[in-house]
């Protein structure tokens, strides 16, 4: 069953009024006000943007703000589901199958999608909603982005390769010589510009001199050599197991 959580007004700032809707049912009108201060959003985001990278300082800060994370979820959930639209919630659990067959859908401005939906909690259960079941966030006002290219005697190709693994890694003339001798075939004229090292602050600021430079539209062509994998715990250990990486966090939860 898909519970859709639509927007219903303009408004950019808390509070929402919104309707809950299972599947295509009426919707249940209900009001959002964002369970958080300004201080604890601020919290939140110093735990999760620079606590975790470095979680030896704030331990007791750093505990209050992880365990917020369940008292956002839980209230937002009493503001959803209140009278009819809880008693439909009960129903949807009982007679559909439980959490696995549940999905929910986010509809709204991006005041509305900065609210943290996937810690949408029931009280009654042990962990978040998303830890269960697929959150979809749907944008009813995309903005209307017109990309037109400068006019340009060559074509401009802007190759990003990245290569975290310096010497064990894949040599990157592996891939952007076949690339660069296609194009000398073809015999267009290019100009090929090659972002180093292949990190994305890298990439943020040769765009922005680019932009600065030659103004918007200068690049035709964004090339992306990368490569990667998704790993288990155990994987990653047997992998690289006496090589320290920075970017990984510890065992998950």
């Not at 990278?53 to 589901?81: C, D, I, K, M, N």
């Not at 040599?171 to 660069?180: A, E, F, K, N, V």
């Amino acid at each position: 069953m898909k519970i859709t959580i639509t927007q219903t007004d303009g408004r950019t700032e808390s509070p929402f009024a919104a309707a809950v809707q299972f599947d295509n049912g009426a919707g249940h009108k209900v009001s959002i006000t964002d369970p958080f201060t300004p201080e604890e959003e601020e919290r939140l985001e110093w735990y999760y943007e620079e606590w975790l990278t470095f979680p030896f300082t704030g331990e007791v800060r750093a505990s209050h703000a992880a365990a917020s994370t369940q008292s956002y979820g839980e209230a937002l959930f009493r503001q959803l589901f209140t009278a009819d639209a809880l008693a439909e919630y009960k129903m949807a659990l009982r007679y559909e199958g439980g959490f696995s067959q549940l999905a929910f859908e986010i509809r709204g401005t991006p005041a509305f999608h900065a609210l943290h939906w996937e810690a949408l909690k029931d009280p009654q259960q042990a962990r978040p909603f998303a830890v269960e079941c697929p959150f979809l966030r749907q944008n009813d006002n995309p903005p209307n982005i017109h990309i037109r290219p400068q006019p340009s005697p060559t074509l401009n190709i802007l190759l990003v390769s990245a290569r975290p693994g310096g010497r064990r890694d894949v040599g990157y003339r592996t891939i952007s010589r076949p690339l660069i001798e296609a194009l000398q075939n073809s015999r267009l004229r290019t100009r090929i510009d090659l972002v180093r090292p292949g990190t994305y602050e890298a990439l943020v600021k040769h765009l922005e001199a680019s932009r600065d430079r030659h103004g918007d539209g200068f690049y035709h062509i964004a090339h992306f050599d990368l490569h990667g994998s998704l790993l288990t715990y155990e994987q990653y250990q047997q992998l690289e197991p006496d090589v320290p990486n920075p970017h990984f966090l510890g065992r998950p939860k």
